[in-house]
């Protein structure tokens, strides 16, 4: 069952949590509805694992023939590889980053994506859902080249994609963070290496904190729910090395681990005894 994180009248925000099996092979990921006045968008639709599961999910809540667009922050298969299905099914169109614009046809057969692709401009835009509009704020860097965050100044919900992620399953995403500090051990390992640098994160800071946010919602884990928190998380990031802040000529090093095809384990090489 899909989390509500908003509803009034003509506005409406689902979040699906647990669409995935949690079998430990594929990531836990979620994917959100918007619907105002009747005209649906889904953000992130995810990949094939979700793809039946979000299907029918959102056909008890919304016509899948009125569905507007599908608005993805990046080109990961966790967010799209479900397209061609989505190309199929509805009338739908892709929004992305026009770095992606000429990659996502990738994943469908041919001419599925003909006509039916919006490129964002990497400054953003303002895009209409019925009597409202989502803004396609820059998130360039964090983590992919092309890459976009969703604000609904309805519910003044940011959806951040890969930003303010936490590993964790999906009965424990639909529970929103209050408080921060306990929730960064699940944060700070996936953000020092999928964030490219603490410059970007400072400037993507200095852009968001100028909206009212009720909630920031990634794209895997719970929902980062009130000022404090959301204060916090910003203060966090402003703060974090990542990325290339870390890495050094280590490393860019000649391999010498050995990959064992079997196992798929990796282990040091075989050493020469006594030296020979």
């Given at each position: 069952m899909p989390i509500e994180l908003y509803r009034d009248k003509h506005h409406i925000c689902l979040m699906f949590t647990d669409l995935?099996?949690?079998?430990?092979?594929?990531?836990?990921?979620?994917?959100?509805?918007?619907?105002?006045?009747?005209?649906?968008?889904?953000?992130?639709?995810?990949?094939?694992?979700?793809?039946?599961?979000?299907?029918?999910?959102?056909?008890?809540?919304?016509?899948?023939?009125?569905?507007?667009?599908?608005?993805?922050?990046?080109?990961?298969?966790?967010?799209?590889?479900?397209?061609?299905?989505?190309?199929?099914?509805?009338?739908?169109?892709?929004?992305?980053?026009?770095?992606?614009?000429?990659?996502?046809?990738?994943?469908?057969?041919?001419?599925?994506?003909?006509?039916?692709?919006?490129?964002?401009?990497?400054?953003?835009?303002?895009?209409?859902?019925?009597?409202?509009?989502l803004l396609l704020l820059p998130a360039h860097f964090l983590h992919a080249e092309g890459n976009f965050h969703f604000y609904d100044p309805v519910s003044r919900i940011l959806f951040t994609g890969d930003l303010g992620v936490s590993l964790t399953t999906g009965a424990q995403a639909q529970r929103p963070v209050t408080d921060l500090m306990p929730h960064i051990a699940r944060m700070e390992g996936f953000h020092r290496r999928y964030m490219v640098s603490n410059k970007i994160l400072r400037l993507w800071v200095q852009m968001a904190r100028q909206l009212p946010i009720d909630m920031i919602v990634p794209q895997h884990g719970a929902p980062i729910m009130g000022q404090q928190a959301i204060a916090d998380l910003f203060n966090w990031l402003e703060g974090l090395q990542c990325g290339i802040d870390l890495f050094d000529q280590r490393a860019y090093q000649l391999p010498t681990a050995q990959i064992d095809p079997a196992t798929r384990q990796v282990r040091p090489p075989l050493r020469a005894v006594a030296g020979a």
């Open positions: 995935i099996e949690e079998d430990g092979q594929a990531i836990q990921a979620n994917q959100f509805l918007i619907v105002d006045h009747g005209m649906g968008a889904i953000i992130d639709p995810g990949g094939n694992l979700a793809f039946n599961e979000l299907f029918m999910g959102m056909s008890r809540h919304f016509p899948p023939q009125k569905l507007a667009y599908l608005i993805a922050s990046h080109a990961d298969p966790d967010i799209i590889a479900s397209l061609d299905r989505w190309m199929t099914s509805t009338q739908a169109q892709l929004v992305i980053s026009r770095i992606w614009e000429r990659f996502a046809p990738h994943f469908t057969k041919v001419g599925k994506t003909e006509n039916r692709v919006i490129g964002v401009p990497d400054a953003g835009g303002r895009l209409p859902l019925g009597n409202s509009e």
